[in-house]
Protein backbone atom coordinates (compact mmCIF):
# COMPACT_ATOMS: atom_id res chain seq x y z
CA UNK A 1 0.00 0.00 0.00
CA UNK A 2 1.27 3.62 -0.94
CA UNK A 3 1.95 6.18 2.04
CA UNK A 4 -1.26 7.37 1.24
CA UNK A 5 -3.52 4.36 1.40
CA UNK A 6 -1.88 3.48 4.60
CA UNK A 7 -2.24 6.68 6.46
CA UNK A 8 -5.75 7.26 5.46
CA UNK A 9 -6.85 3.57 6.56
CA UNK A 10 -5.20 4.35 10.03
CA UNK A 11 -7.29 7.84 10.54
CA UNK A 12 -10.19 5.98 9.46
CA UNK A 13 -9.89 3.38 12.06
CA UNK A 14 -9.13 5.92 14.62
CA UNK A 15 -5.38 5.43 14.86
CA UNK A 16 -4.27 8.62 15.81
CA UNK A 17 -1.06 8.49 17.40
CA UNK A 18 0.31 6.11 13.94
CA UNK A 19 -1.02 9.17 11.80
CA UNK A 20 1.11 11.61 13.18
CA UNK A 21 4.41 9.22 13.61
CA UNK A 22 3.27 8.30 10.11
CA UNK A 23 3.09 11.76 8.45
CA UNK A 24 5.70 13.35 10.37
CA UNK A 25 8.32 10.69 8.93
CA UNK A 26 6.11 11.09 5.39
CA UNK A 27 7.18 15.06 5.84
CA UNK A 28 11.01 14.67 6.43
CA UNK A 29 11.12 12.06 3.19
CA UNK A 30 8.85 13.76 1.01
CA UNK A 31 11.13 17.17 1.45
CA UNK A 32 14.43 15.62 1.30
CA UNK A 33 12.86 13.51 -2.09
CA UNK A 34 11.46 16.74 -3.97
CA UNK A 35 8.12 15.06 -3.19
CA UNK A 36 5.21 17.81 -2.99
CA UNK A 37 2.62 14.57 -3.23
CA UNK A 38 3.71 13.15 -0.16
CA UNK A 39 4.38 16.20 2.03
CA UNK A 40 0.74 17.66 0.92
CA UNK A 41 -0.64 14.34 1.92
CA UNK A 42 0.89 14.32 5.38
CA UNK A 43 0.51 18.09 6.32
CA UNK A 44 -3.23 17.39 5.03
CA UNK A 45 -3.46 13.61 7.66
CA UNK A 46 -1.86 16.42 10.21
CA UNK A 47 -4.74 18.59 10.00
CA UNK A 48 -7.15 15.88 10.22
CA UNK A 49 -5.78 14.41 13.29
CA UNK A 50 -5.86 18.31 14.79
CA UNK A 51 -9.18 18.50 13.95
CA UNK A 52 -10.35 15.64 15.33
CA UNK A 53 -8.95 16.14 18.59
CA UNK A 54 -11.05 19.51 18.35
CA UNK A 55 -8.17 22.02 17.63
CA UNK A 56 -9.53 24.38 14.73
CA UNK A 57 -6.90 26.62 14.86
CA UNK A 58 -3.87 23.85 14.48
CA UNK A 59 -6.19 21.65 12.01
CA UNK A 60 -6.62 24.97 10.07
CA UNK A 61 -2.60 25.87 10.33
CA UNK A 62 -1.14 22.30 9.29
CA UNK A 63 -4.47 22.81 6.25
CA UNK A 64 -2.31 26.34 5.10
CA UNK A 65 0.71 25.09 5.31
CA UNK A 66 -0.34 21.41 2.64
CA UNK A 67 -1.62 24.11 0.47
CA UNK A 68 0.97 26.21 0.03
CA UNK A 69 3.24 23.10 -1.04
CA UNK A 70 0.62 22.68 -3.18
CA UNK A 71 0.02 25.54 -4.82
CA UNK A 72 4.11 25.96 -5.08
CA UNK A 73 3.83 22.41 -7.01
CA UNK A 74 1.72 23.78 -10.02
CA UNK A 75 -0.32 20.33 -9.45
CA UNK A 76 -3.63 21.77 -8.93
CA UNK A 77 -4.64 18.16 -7.61
CA UNK A 78 -2.84 18.68 -4.60
CA UNK A 79 -4.88 21.40 -3.77
CA UNK A 80 -8.31 19.53 -3.07
CA UNK A 81 -7.70 17.21 0.23
CA UNK A 82 -6.05 20.95 2.27
CA UNK A 83 -8.77 23.18 0.24
CA UNK A 84 -11.74 20.52 1.83
CA UNK A 85 -9.79 20.67 5.09
CA UNK A 86 -10.32 24.68 4.93
CA UNK A 87 -13.83 24.34 4.03
CA UNK A 88 -14.50 21.62 7.22
CA UNK A 89 -13.06 24.25 9.46
CA UNK A 90 -15.00 26.79 8.55
CA UNK A 91 -18.01 24.69 8.65
CA UNK A 92 -16.92 22.98 12.19
CA UNK A 93 -16.62 26.72 13.60
CA UNK A 94 -19.94 27.84 12.80
CA UNK A 95 -18.80 30.54 9.61
CA UNK A 96 -21.38 28.68 7.39
CA UNK A 97 -21.49 31.11 4.58
CA UNK A 98 -17.57 30.98 4.04
CA UNK A 99 -17.90 26.89 4.48
CA UNK A 100 -20.67 27.13 1.80
CA UNK A 101 -18.75 29.22 -0.88
CA UNK A 102 -15.79 27.04 -0.04
CA UNK A 103 -17.50 23.42 -0.70
CA UNK A 104 -18.92 25.25 -3.76
CA UNK A 105 -14.84 25.84 -4.66
CA UNK A 106 -13.80 22.37 -4.21
CA UNK A 107 -17.24 21.28 -6.06
CA UNK A 108 -15.80 22.74 -9.15
CA UNK A 109 -12.55 22.05 -9.01
CA UNK A 110 -13.12 18.51 -8.37
CA UNK A 111 -15.43 18.72 -10.85
CA UNK A 112 -12.41 19.73 -13.18
CA UNK A 113 -10.13 17.06 -11.94
CA UNK A 114 -13.11 14.78 -13.49
CA UNK A 115 -13.23 13.35 -9.52
CA UNK A 116 -17.02 12.68 -8.95
CA UNK A 117 -16.87 10.31 -5.93
CA UNK A 118 -15.56 13.61 -4.14
CA UNK A 119 -17.61 16.03 -6.24
CA UNK A 120 -20.15 13.75 -4.49
CA UNK A 121 -18.59 13.88 -0.87
CA UNK A 122 -18.21 17.86 -1.05
CA UNK A 123 -22.25 18.02 -2.62
CA UNK A 124 -22.91 16.09 1.02
CA UNK A 125 -20.83 18.53 2.94
CA UNK A 126 -22.28 21.30 1.03
CA UNK A 127 -25.93 20.14 2.01
CA UNK A 128 -24.91 20.13 5.52
CA UNK A 129 -23.85 24.17 5.41
CA UNK A 130 -27.44 24.25 3.99
CA UNK A 131 -28.61 22.90 6.38
CA UNK A 132 -27.04 24.77 9.20
CA UNK A 133 -28.61 27.77 7.95
CA UNK A 134 -31.84 26.21 7.97
CA UNK A 135 -32.49 25.91 3.98
CA UNK A 136 -33.92 22.49 4.83
CA UNK A 137 -35.49 21.99 1.57
CA UNK A 138 -31.66 22.82 -0.32
CA UNK A 139 -30.39 20.24 2.36
CA UNK A 140 -33.17 17.38 1.76
CA UNK A 141 -32.69 17.70 -1.81
CA UNK A 142 -28.67 17.89 -2.07
CA UNK A 143 -28.60 14.64 0.98
CA UNK A 144 -31.33 12.73 -1.53
CA UNK A 145 -28.94 13.35 -4.71
CA UNK A 146 -25.63 12.05 -3.02
CA UNK A 147 -28.03 9.10 -1.22
CA UNK A 148 -28.74 8.00 -4.71
CA UNK A 149 -25.51 8.43 -6.90
CA UNK A 150 -24.08 6.16 -3.59
CA UNK A 151 -26.01 3.49 -3.90
CA UNK A 152 -25.90 3.88 -7.70
CA UNK A 153 -22.79 3.55 -7.62
CA UNK A 154 -21.60 1.43 -5.33
CA UNK A 155 -19.16 3.57 -2.68
CA UNK A 156 -19.21 1.67 0.16
CA UNK A 157 -17.14 3.56 2.36
CA UNK A 158 -19.51 6.58 2.01
CA UNK A 159 -22.65 4.38 2.79
CA UNK A 160 -22.59 5.45 6.65
CA UNK A 161 -21.79 8.97 5.74
CA UNK A 162 -25.31 9.06 4.10
CA UNK A 163 -27.14 7.54 7.41
CA UNK A 164 -25.38 10.37 9.05
CA UNK A 165 -27.08 12.52 6.69
CA UNK A 166 -30.21 11.60 7.22
CA UNK A 167 -30.00 11.25 11.33
CA UNK A 168 -29.16 15.36 11.16
CA UNK A 169 -31.94 15.95 9.07
CA UNK A 170 -34.61 13.81 11.13
CA UNK A 171 -33.04 15.75 14.33
CA UNK A 172 -33.47 19.22 11.87
CA UNK A 173 -37.71 18.65 11.35
CA UNK A 174 -37.78 16.88 15.37
CA UNK A 175 -38.50 13.61 14.04
CA UNK A 176 -36.38 12.57 17.12
CA UNK A 177 -36.92 8.89 16.90
CA UNK A 178 -35.50 8.94 13.33
CA UNK A 179 -32.79 10.59 14.23
CA UNK A 180 -31.77 8.10 17.36
CA UNK A 181 -32.94 4.92 14.69
CA UNK A 182 -30.54 6.25 11.96
CA UNK A 183 -27.84 6.75 14.42
CA UNK A 184 -28.15 3.18 15.41
CA UNK A 185 -27.59 2.22 11.38
CA UNK A 186 -24.64 5.02 11.60
CA UNK A 187 -22.89 3.13 14.19
CA UNK A 188 -23.59 -0.27 12.64
CA UNK A 189 -22.57 0.83 9.02
CA UNK A 190 -19.42 2.06 10.86
CA UNK A 191 -18.51 -0.84 12.38
CA UNK A 192 -18.77 -2.98 9.91
CA UNK A 193 -16.25 -1.28 7.82
CA UNK A 194 -13.80 -1.28 10.87
CA UNK A 195 -13.69 2.89 11.11
CA UNK A 196 -15.06 6.02 13.07
CA UNK A 197 -16.27 8.89 11.23
CA UNK A 198 -14.87 12.22 10.27
CA UNK A 199 -14.32 14.51 12.87
CA UNK A 200 -17.37 17.05 11.14
CA UNK A 201 -19.32 14.20 10.76
CA UNK A 202 -19.10 12.92 14.37
CA UNK A 203 -19.83 16.07 15.65
CA UNK A 204 -23.30 16.53 13.57
CA UNK A 205 -24.40 12.92 14.71
CA UNK A 206 -23.03 13.94 18.19
CA UNK A 207 -25.72 17.00 17.95
CA UNK A 208 -28.00 14.56 16.82
CA UNK A 209 -27.84 12.20 19.31
CA UNK A 210 -28.17 14.67 22.51
CA UNK A 211 -30.83 16.24 21.06
CA UNK A 212 -32.62 12.45 20.60
CA UNK A 213 -32.09 11.40 24.00
CA UNK A 214 -33.13 14.68 25.56
CA UNK A 215 -36.15 14.53 23.48
CA UNK A 216 -37.11 10.78 24.09
CA UNK A 217 -35.52 10.29 27.00
CA UNK A 218 -32.71 7.76 27.31
CA UNK A 219 -35.00 4.51 27.22
CA UNK A 220 -36.49 5.12 24.01
CA UNK A 221 -33.82 6.44 22.02
CA UNK A 222 -32.38 3.05 23.18
CA UNK A 223 -34.98 1.10 21.49
CA UNK A 224 -35.43 2.87 18.34
CA UNK A 225 -31.37 3.07 18.08
CA UNK A 226 -31.46 -0.81 18.51
CA UNK A 227 -33.95 -1.00 15.66
CA UNK A 228 -31.30 0.89 13.88
CA UNK A 229 -28.81 -1.43 14.55
CA UNK A 230 -30.29 -4.15 12.72
CA UNK A 231 -30.93 -2.17 9.71
CA UNK A 232 -29.83 -2.63 6.64
CA UNK A 233 -28.46 0.69 5.61
CA UNK A 234 -30.64 0.51 2.22
CA UNK A 235 -33.45 -0.52 4.20
CA UNK A 236 -33.57 2.22 6.29
CA UNK A 237 -34.70 4.89 3.81
CA UNK A 238 -38.20 4.03 1.92
CA UNK A 239 -38.38 4.54 -1.52
CA UNK A 240 -40.18 7.55 -1.52
CA UNK A 241 -36.96 8.95 -0.47
CA UNK A 242 -34.40 7.43 -1.64
Given at each position: ????E??RS??????T?AV?R?????????QAA???????E?????A?V??R?????????RA??A??????S??????????H??????????????????Y???I?L???L????????E????AF????L??L??????F?E???????????????Y??V?D????????D?S???????VV??????LG?V????D????????E????AL??A?????YA???L?DP???????R?
Open positions: MTFSNVAFRRGEDVMSEAEIERAGDPAGEVARYSLRAIGGDLPGGEARELAVAVRGDRSLEERPRVLAAVARMSGDLLRARELRESANEADRPATVNSCHNLCELGGNDAARTLASRERVFRNGWADFVPVCAAALASAENHRAARMIGEAAFASQPDPDAADLARARAAVQGPAFDESQGQLRAAFPDDR
